[in-house]
């Protein structure tokens, strides 16, 4: 079973950073691109960024949002991905999603971050 | 960037009616070299994670019940329920992976009239 696993939210204040992991199994993680999403509370859906997969150069794209201040990476032989979320602001507080590839299959639970003082 | 416009923001339907939602996209998702769409369609209920039901346009997942159906190409897309059951309800949004920025329309919320 495909299964993706996201962790590391929590009460971040604003300015400070925050990693989050997305741990997947039950396909080959390396072939494939992590999209991360994110939803604000009562909100819509929002691209963050994705990582390509290793056959594609596991090169990275980001919305303008975030870009400059977030990054994503991944290790493919421990099949988890990263968001590396820098220099927080209130407007970044949202549960953050990851997904396999563009077209988001599966979802993982998402881990909730809030930014707050 | 691709803007993603979805009408209605809500629909009550009856139960076993169909209901329909909307998706124009601002600019072509049709890649003309594979004749694809790159438009995915995803039911979200409350407290839980978005599920992807359809994507290359109408491409239904597996497992996915065969009332939902999407269509359309180029810029103009639907996702149908053809009889609205109480389990259908939720938020539905399309999205398009075309290029980058990935851009969701709005949301269209579904109910049992």
């Known amino acids: 079973e495909v299964q993706l696993v996201e962790s590391g939210g929590g009460l971040v204040q604003p300015g400070r950073s925050v990693r989050l992991s997305c741990i997947a199994s039950?396909?080959?993680?390396?072939?494939?691109?992590i999209t991360w999403f994110r939803q604000a509370p009562g909100k819509g859906l929002e691209w963050v960024g994705f990582?390509?997969?290793?056959?594609?150069?596991?090169?990275?794209e980001y919305a303008a949002s975030v870009k400059g201040r977030f990054s994503i990476s991944r290790d493919d032989s421990k099949s988890i991905a990263y968001l590396q979320m820098d220099s927080l602001k209130t407007d970044d507080t949202a549960v953050y999603y990851c997904?396999?590839?563009?077209?988001?299959?599966?979802w993982g639970q998402g881990t909730l971050v809030t930014v707050s003082s | 960037d691709i803007v993603m416009t979805q009408s209605p923001d809500s629909l009550a339907v009856s139960l076993g009616e169909r209901a329909t939602i909307n998706c124009k996209s601002s600019?072509?998702?049709?890649?003309?070299?594979?004749?694809?769409?790159?438009l995915a369609w995803y039911q979200q209920k409350p407290g839980q994670p978005p599920k992807l039901l359809i994507h290359?346009?109408?491409m239904r997942e597996s497992g996915v019940p065969d009332r939902f159906s999407g269509g359309g190409s180029g810029t103009d897309f639907t996702l149908t329920i053809s009889s609205l059951q109480t389990e259908d309800v939720a938020v539905y949004y399309c999205?398009?992976?075309?290029?980058?920025?990935?851009?969701f329309g709005g949301g269209t919320k579904v109910e049992i009239k």
């Open positions: 290359w346009a109408s």
């Open positions: 600019q072509t998702v049709l890649y003309s070299s594979n004749n694809k769409n790159y």
């Open positions: 999205q398009q992976y075309y290029n980058s920025p990935l851009t």
């Open positions: 990582i390509r997969g290793k056959p594609y150069g596991g090169t990275t």
């Open positions: 997904t396999r590839g563009p077209a988001g299959d599966p």
């Open positions: 039950g396909f080959s993680f390396g072939d494939y691109a």
